[in-house]
C-alpha cells in the first residue's frame, strides 16, 4: 500500500464511450502525475500537475482530459478512444520541494481495455 | 532529450547466481536516478534513488551503483521472489528541470528455484 490509490483497477470501453479514471493520495503530496505503460515500452508521462495547476502536458490526443480538483485527487476523462490506447495507466504523486528531489509514489494502475 | 537505456531486456538466474542490471542514461544536468521493481499488473515500487556519482545504495540483496553514465542494480544470491521487472527513471535538474521522469523500458527478471 504505497498511499495512493486509483479506481477502476479494471475498464473495458468501447470507442464511443466516456469514461473516467480517479486517482487519490493520502500522502500530502501536493504534485500528481499521469502516465501511460504500454507491453514493452518504456513509462510514458501524460500530465503533470503541481498544486493543481498543470503544468506538463506530454502531447497528448485531446481524448484525454485531466481534471485536478485538488492536491489529493486526480482525474483522468476518457472519451471516443482508439484501441491503441489499450495500456495500464498509472497514477503518481510526490512532493516538489525547492530542490525538486523528490521519489514518485505509484498507484496499482488501471488495465484499460479499449474493444 | 533524456534518454534511458536499460540492459538486458530479459534476464533469467538460477536462485544464488547474482548478476548485475545496467541502466545507461543522457540527460542534461541529473536531478536523481531512481530504481523502481514492478510486478505484474501492479505499479512500480520505489527501492533506491541515487543523486551524485560514486554513490551506493544497498537494501537486503539489492545494491545500486551510480556512475557519470550510468547506474547498475546488483543483484547479489537472489531468490524467486526477487522475479519482477526493474525499472531505471532520470530526473532532469537545472533551472527549468523537469519534475516528471523518463523511464527505461526495463530488464525482466526471472529467478528459478
Known amino acids: 500500500e504505497t498511499g495512493v490509490t486509483q479506481t477502476p483497477r479494471h475498464l473495458v470501453m468501447g470507442m464511443t464511450n466516456k469514461k473516467s479514471l480517479k486517482c487519490e493520495q493520502h500522502l500530502g503530496h501536493n504534485a500528481m502525475y499521469w502516465y501511460k505503460q504500454s507491453a514493452k515500452k518504456p513509462l510514458e508521462l501524460m500530465f503533470v500537475?503541481?498544486?493543481?495547476?498543470?503544468?506538463e502536458n506530454n502531447s497528448v490526443p485531446s481524448r484525454f482530459s485531466p481534471e485536478c480538483p485538488n492536491s489529493s485527487h486526480l482525474f483522468l476523462h476518457l472519451h471516443t478512444l482508439q484501441p491503441e490506447d489499450s495500456a495500464l495507466y498509472l497514477c503518481?504523486?510526490?512532493?516538489?520541494?525547492?530542490?525538486?528531489?523528490?521519489?514518485?509514489?505509484f498507484g496499482p494502475g488501471t488495465r484499460l481495455t479499449v474493444t | 532529450e533524456d534518454q534511458v537505456t536499460q540492459s538486458p531486456e530479459a534476464l533469467r538466474l538460477q536462485e544464488g547466481e547474482s548478476s548485475s542490471l545496467n541502466c545507461s542514461y543522457t540527460v542534461s544536468g541529473l536531478r536523481g536516478l531512481f530504481w523502481y521493481r514492478q510486478d505484474p499488473g501492479k505499479g512500480p515500487e520505489f527501492l533506491f534513488t541515487l543523486y551524485s556519482a560514486g554513490e551506493e545504495k544497498e537494501k537486503e540483496r539489492l545494491k545500486a551503483t551510480l556512475t557519470k553514465k550510468e547506474s547498475f542494480l546488483h543483484i547479489t544470491a537472489p531468490k524467486p521472489e526477487d522475479s519482477a521487472t526493474y525499472l531505471c527513471?532520470?530526473?532532469?535538474?537545472?533551472?527549468?528541470?523537469?519534475?516528471?521522469?523518463?523511464f527505461g523500458s526495463g530488464t525482466r527478471l526471472q529467478v528459478q528455484p
Open positions: 527513471a532520470v530526473q532532469e535538474g537545472g533551472d527549468t528541470g523537469r519534475r516528471a521522469l523518463t
Open positions: 500537475y503541481s498544486l493543481e495547476e498543470r503544468v
Open positions: 503518481a504523486s510526490s512532493q516538489v520541494p525547492g530542490t525538486g528531489r523528490a521519489r514518485q509514489y
